[in-house]
């Protein structure tokens, strides 16, 4: 079993549409827990992280993080054409003094116009 | 805003080939990283640098090797190019080795082996 599951996708929504992007874990001392964005030919990029248990929201993108689940989702609200793109969900553990991280595998996202 | 860049987007190489790849940032940040993308695989570390003259393994390190002689530069080598290391090669980097949550990625280099 993986550390991080991650369903690749695609899936695909109508512009204006709310996503709901989610992975699972099965590592219970993960901190730190991230999503990232990586457009086509581009490096992932930071979109938000959330240290330990509760949401997060910056514009339209809201992170949410349950711990007793194990899961945590990436909502995004009246979703756009420019949303189109791969998102990767990273969590993290304290290591020997630094951040370890591992990815999910990402889930491709498509908005249709 | 950080900037990470790497040497090529594109590759192309031949079995046995020593092959260099280059990533510098700009940032002065002290954790650099690379890594190797594969559908269906995601993202797994390969080594990972948090000081001049020091670097770690990841979790697939078998087959190349890493330098960084300067802060601001990490250097990939795979030692004798096979075509199994065909992929996707992303640089990385962090503002110390506890903020390696937040990582700022360069462009990519994409790599054949032929």
């Known amino acids: 079993q993986k550390e991080v599951e991650q369903d690749p996708g695609p899936l695909s929504v109508p512009e204006g549409a709310i996503v709901s992007l989610n992975c699972t874990y099965s590592n219970s001392a993960f901190q730190y827990f991230m999503w990232y964005r990586q457009y086509s030919r581009k490096g992932p990029e930071l979109l938000m992280y959330?240290?330990?248990?509760g949401n997060k929201e910056d514009g339209r993108f809201t992170a949410q993080v349950d711990k007793s689940s194990k899961y945590i989702s990436l909502f995004i609200r009246d979703s756009q054409p420019s949303d189109s793109a791969t998102y990767l969900c990273?969590?993290?553990?304290?290591?020997?003094?630094?951040?370890?991280?591992?990815f999910g595998i990402g889930t491709k996202l498509q908005v249709i116009p | 805003d950080v900037k990470v860049t790497q040497s090529s987007r594109y590759l192309v190489k031949r079995t046995g080939e020593k092959v260099f790849l280059e990533c510098v940032q700009d940032m002065d940040h002290e954790n650099m990283f690379w890594y190797r993308q594969d559908p269906g695989l995601g993202l797994r570390l390969i080594y990972f640098?948090?000081?001049?003259?020091?670097?770690e393994k990841g979790d697939i390190p078998e087959g190349y090797s890493v330098s960084r002689e300067k802060k601001e530069r990490f250097s990939l080598i795979l030692e004798s190019a096979s075509t199994n290391q065909t992929s996707m090669y992303l640089c990385a980097s962090s503002l110390r080795p506890l903020s390696s949550y937040e990582q700022y990625f360069g462009p990519g280099t994409r790599l054949t082996v032929t």
């Open positions: 640098s948090y000081d001049v003259k020091m670097k």
């Open positions: 959330t240290y330990s248990s």
């Open positions: 990273a969590m993290s553990v304290n290591s020997g003094g630094y951040q370890k991280v591992t």
